[in-house]
T-cell receptor, first 118, second 113 residues
């Protein structure tokens, strides 16, 4: 069964620091999809990115960037020049393609709580 | 579009009472998901539907939980009888595919006393 591990439970940084949130996944499927979601203090879940297993190109969106490495089964998320508004819980998630009996269900990691202090 | 709509936003009830949570997915989305979030267990998928048909309910904790989707624009999650350990935030989400981006509703915070 698929599994997502976010080893960092909480991270605290000072504004303008760069911060990387780690995500390690396990799957036996060759086709799978990786996601990051943000949950700010208000509680809603906000989609950030989706990556399929055949696209290892790194992605940059403003201050956000993602590093996907199949060799280490990792999909790490970096925030550059962090801001107070980045304070939230960030979840990494995995969905399998369902071709080798894998589940298409979205499985979430436990989340990393990021606090950005002014 | 208004996004995924959930009601009520907050529910406080007493142990043993029936609780019904409601969800309206985004129009055109064929998949609807129910999740539960607790501090201990994190975010867990309870059940998901495709075209109103339940596909996987293996995450439903026990027989006290049931979910229905009578049409493409409405789903319910019912707990009967409710217990204090059911206290959690319940999210509904919808998407075009099970492996695509899921759009989440604001959640229902359930407290069972």
């Amino acid at each position: 069964a698929q599994k997502v591990t976010q080893a960092q439970t909480e991270i605290s940084v000072v504004e303008k620091e760069d911060v990387t949130l780690d995500c390690v996944y396990e799957t036996r499927d060759t086709t799978y999809y990786l996601f990051w979601y943000k949950q700010p203090p208000s509680g809603e879940l906000v989609f950030l990115i989706r990556r399929n297993s055949f696209d290892e190109q790194n992605e940059i969106s403003g201050r956000y960037s993602w590093n996907f490495q199949k060799s280490t089964s990792s999909f790490n998320f970096t925030i550059t020049a962090s801001q107070v508004v980045d304070s939230a819980v960030y979840f990494c998630a995995l969905s399998e393609g369902g071709r080798r009996g894998g589940s298409e269900k979205l499985v979430f990691g436990k989340g990393t709580k990021l606090t950005v202090n002014p | 579009d208004a996004g995924v709509i959930q009601s009520p936003r907050h529910e406080v009830t007493e142990m043993g009472q029936e609780v019904t949570l409601r969800c309206k997915p985004i129009s055109g989305h064929d998949y609807l998901f129910w999740y539960r979030q607790t501090m201990m267990r994190g975010l867990e998928l309870l059940i998901y539907f495709n075209n109103n048909v339940p596909i996987d309910d293996s995450g439903m904790p026990e027989d006290r939980f049931s979910a229905k989707m009578p049409n493409a624009s409405f789903s319910t999650l019912k707990i009967q009888p409710s217990e204090p350990r059911d206290s959690a935030v319940y999210f509904c989400a919808s998407s075009f595919s099970p492996t695509g981006e899921q759009f989440f509703g604001p959640g229902t915070r359930l407290t069972v006393l």
